[in-house]
């Protein structure tokens, strides 16, 4: 059996968990969730869904009885800097979280600690970098790279052969055209028609969209 330390106390948190309760690994081997981490003291020394809240100072305790780790935290810059922390201190494996009632091809790539949600549909040769999250119901056509950390959310469409830089947000029932590359820690809004490249750091909205200003929240 897979135990597995889920790292946020919030909805998302409490997603993941439902999602490993449905799953077994490739070998058919049993996945539960064993634990939480959170940084809030309101929510440290307290249980969820029958499982115990650690601190997030716990996961650096050597003894801790856990097999691999989640980042179910929506802030995307956090969650590289706390993957980082984790890789270069405790050197802990993360668990990749794949829905049953998702659809994968045979030929993706997905990178370590990802979370693909129920009915997500990604395409031949695309690749998934480390910690994203692809939302229900999104489309990720074929031979597209998504990035590290960043989120699809629930259904926006990728045409093909798209690059995402990492830390981007493609928001809800986004689409992006075939063929565009989106900069790393990009905002894309709700509904917004990707018709064109994005650099690094844009905040674009709008059904014909447009650039509006820029993403200060990371470096």
Known sequence: MKRIGI??????????LETITQIRDKKGELVTGTCFFDDNENFIGTSIENLPVYG????FDYSLDIDYLV?????????????????????????????????????VLIGEGSY??????????????KCCIIDNNSIISHDNIIEDFVHIAPGATLGSSIVIGERTLVGIGANIITGMTIGSNVIIGAGACITFNVSANSVVVGEKAKIIGRNKGWK
Request: overall charge positive.
């Open 116 to 129: 693909i949600k129920s009915g997500a549909i990604i395409e031949t040769n695309s690749c998934i970098g």
């Open 7 to 16: 790292y946020g106390t919030g909805k998302g948190g409490i997603t993941v």
């Open 71 to 107: 980042l179910a935290i929506a802030d995307r810059g956090k969650k590289k800097e706390l993957y980082t922390k984790i890789k270069k201190k405790i050197n802990k494996k993360f668990y990749t979280v794949i829905h049953p009632e998702s659809y994968i091809s045979s030929s």
């Open 56 to 59: 997030g100072k716990k996961l």
